[in-house]
């Protein structure tokens, strides 16, 4: 049992697009995972039967039970001795939509009456058909089904007039009587349809498929791009282990020197603990007479040096007079000069004293 309540007039994309995404109480019933299949089944059957109109209404069940439910309403051509008529019909899809087939009504007119007996019509009005029965999950849909209902009553029609006229079988013959005033409209062609059906979604999966191309692309340069930075990071992170691990080994180098040299003066301390202090003067002694001018020539250069700049810090502080400076000055430089060159000199001569002495050994 159905009683039923028109939604407001709008396009029926809207429409479809208002009621399916309703939250909350007035949310009507269907799954969300198929509500945009459902949405699709609807504007596939206006754009194949365009008297067709989606509505919302209140059903009740046989228990007494109502809830708000999609219905379509309006007249589906069928065609009848090559004389083009239109039955009126209600279809509403059920909770269970599109996984259980919707349920179809005619919807005869004051003037109209359903036929008795009829196969596929009882004389409540609601229609049984073979491609309800058969109904496929998620192939089967209200376009196809419209369709259908076409081909079947344009073979045996449900509904004749009331208005008796002569010579006609009210069984038979459905008379122009029900027949709307709008313009003759041919049966859609079914290979067309289904060819304009399969074009359009092979658009809608084309337009999908490239969008799902261009943002795996993003993501997959994005993913190179950190990849990038990993590698380069690895890069840095490895040569910074290597230096790390270079430094380490001459850290333990030195430690090994310094371990090394610690036990040398520990073991001159220990041998030497207790012993008589020795002068410094005398703490090291020449190998030869040109070794011992040549320490003598560099201890003196060094001491001129000292004495030199110790008289430059007295000539800043105003200590001695200038003349004086320079009179020093001069003195010291020729002498360092004589202790430079002498010390040049005694060099020179222990270079070729060594270099008779490799010969020596090299000849022997």
Same mark, same amino acid.
């Given at each position: ?9 709008? +396009? ?24 945009? #299949? ?7 059957? =206006? ?11 209140? *059903?009740?069940?046989?228990? $007494?039970?109502? &809830? ?17 008529? *239109? ?6 899809? #059920?909770?269970? /939509? ?25 004389? +409540? ?5 073979? /491609? ?21 009553? $344009? ?16 069984? +038979? ?24 059906? &399969? ?20 993501? #997959?340069?994005?993913?190179?791009? =950190? ?22 080994? $001459? ?57 030199? /700049? ?7 502080? $105003? ?46």
């Amino acid at each position: 049992m159905a009683s039923s309540s028109s939604s407001p007039p709008q +396009s029926s994309h809207q429409f479809l697009t208002s009621v399916l995404s309703r939250r909350g109480p007035s949310a009507l019933p269907y799954a969300e995972d198929v509500k945009w #299949m459902i949405r699709q089944h609807f504007l596939s059957l =206006a754009d194949a039967f365009p008297a067709l109109h989606p509505q919302t209404a209140a *059903y009740t069940h046989n228990d $007494g039970r109502t &809830v708000n439910l999609l219905r379509v309403e309006g007249n589906i051509p069928m065609v009848y001795l090559q004389v083009t008529y *239109y039955i009126p019909i209600v279809v509403w899809l #059920m909770e269970a /939509y599109p996984r259980q087939p919707p349920c179809v009504y005619v919807n005869p007119t004051r003037q109209m009456v359903i036929k008795r007996p009829h196969p596929h019509v009882n004389p +409540s009005g609601l229609v049984s058909l073979p /491609y309800l029965q058969n109904w496929i999950y998620p192939t089967s849909n209200l376009a196809d089904l419209a369709r259908n209902l076409s081909l079947v009553f $344009g073979r045996d029609p449900p509904l004749y007039s009331q208005q008796p006229r002569p010579n006609l079988n009210p069984n +038979s013959i459905p008379p122009r009587a029900f027949r709307p005033s709008s313009p003759h409209r041919p049966a859609a062609d079914r290979t067309q349809v289904h060819r304009n059906a &399969v074009n359009r979604l092979a658009d809608r999966l084309h337009g999908d498929s490239e969008v799902l191309r261009k943002t795996r692309e993003a993501e #997959m340069e994005e993913l190179f791009n =950190a990849q990038a930075v990993l590698r380069q990071r690895e890069e840095q992170i490895s040569k910074g282990l290597r230096e790390m691990q270079d430094e380490k080994e $001459g850290l333990e180098l030195q430690l090994q020197m310094i371990l090394i040299n610690s036990d040398i003066m520990e073991a001159w301390l220990r041998e030497n603990q207790g012993k008589r202090v020795m002068d410094v003067e005398n703490a090291f002694e020449y190998s030869d007479f040109v070794s011992s001018q040549m320490l003598e020539c560099s201890s003196s250069d060094l001491a001129i040096d000292d004495v030199i /700049y110790a008289l430059d810090k007295a000539l800043q502080e $105003g200590s001695i007079p200038f003349d004086q400076y320079l009179k020093n000055v001069r003195m010291l430089s020729r002498e360092q000069f004589l202790h430079r060159a002498m010390s040049a000199k005694a060099r020179a001569t222990q270079l070729q004293v060594h270099v008779s002495s490799m010969a020596q050994r090299a000849s022997s």
